[in-house]
Nanobody
Framework: VQLVESGGGLVQAGGSLRLSCAASGRSFTTNAMGWFRQAPGKEREFMARIRWSGLARMYADSVKGRFTISVDSAKNTVYLQMNSLNDEDTAVYYC?????????????????WGQGTQVTVSS
């Protein structure tokens, strides 16, 4: 399974970005997708997850109400719409795929990872 993120960049505080993650290879062996982020000097942090069916969304408290995860199963692509961004959202954002139907917020429950895309929020 290969995962390729895109859509990162520089945005002003209060702005929005939409990240995409395209899955290829044996992606049919996975059941759920997640987004994580890692800021410099910090541990990787869970953001959101969703099943390929579009069901079972889950969000971290820190982004609930601001970020929305969605999927287009026909395109094997998962998205993360990020609104009301602030400087604490600056990080490398990673998508991940899990063979589990309901992976938790723990990164070790995800089996495949993308290379990451940088998001920088300027204040």
């Amino acid at each position: 399974v290969q995962l390729v993120e895109s859509g990162g960049g520089l945005v002003q505080a209060g702005g929005s970005l939409r990240l995409s993650c395209a899955a290829s290879g044996r992606s049919f062996t996975t059941n759920a997708m997640g987004w994580f982020r890692q800021a410099p000097g910090k541990e990787r942090e869970f953001m959101a997850r969703i099943r390929w069916s579009g069901l079972a969304r889950m969000y971290a408290d820190s982004v609930k109400g601001r970020f929305t995860i969605s999927v287009d199963s026909a395109k094997n692509t998962v998205y993360l719409q990020m609104n009301s961004l602030n400087d604490e959202d600056t990080a490398v954002y990673y998508c991940a795929a899990s063979k589990s139907w309901n992976p938790s917020q723990l990164s070790n429950e995800y089996d495949y990872w993308g290379q990451g895309t940088q998001v920088t929020v300027s204040s």
